[in-house]
Nanobody, 115 residues
Framework: VQLVESGGGLVQPGGSLRLSCAAS????????MSWYRQTPGKERELVAT????????NYADSMEGRFTISRDNAKNTVYLQTNSLKPEDTAVYYC?????????WGKGTLVTVSS
């Protein structure tokens, strides 16, 4: 299993970024996917999840209405559209999948929200 995140960067408060996670090594369309984030000194927190067919999504309360998770099963890719970004959204964002009880993580992509 390999997960490769991209799309992070420096953005001003109120700005947007679209994060991508390219997946390989498993049957992507059969598994739900998640995005997490982590800042130094804090535990990794769940941002959003999406079911295998993309029909159901869930978000952490602080991200509801600002972030949107989606997927393209033809491209084996999951996305996180982040809007109205705040400085407190600064973190490394990770893609996650649990395949038959084993958690897999990408290396993350850094999002920095600063003026």
């Amino acid at each position: 299993v390999q997960l490769v995140e991209s799309g992070g960067g420096l953005v001003q408060p109120g700005g947007s970024l679209r994060l991508s996670c390219a997946a390989s090594g498993f049957t992507f369309s059969r598994f739900g996917m998640s995005w997490y984030r982590q800042t130094p000194g804090k535990e990794r927190e769940l941002v959003a999840t999406i079911t295998s067919n993309g029909r159901s999504t869930n978000y952490a309360d602080s991200m509801e209405g600002r972030f949107t998770i989606s997927r393209d099963n033809a491209k084996n890719t999951v996305y996180l559209q982040t809007n109205s970004l705040k400085p407190e959204d600064t973190a490394v964002y990770y893609c996650n999948v649990n395949v038959w009880g084993v958690n897999y993580w990408g290396k993350g992509t850094l999002v920095t929200v600063s003026s």
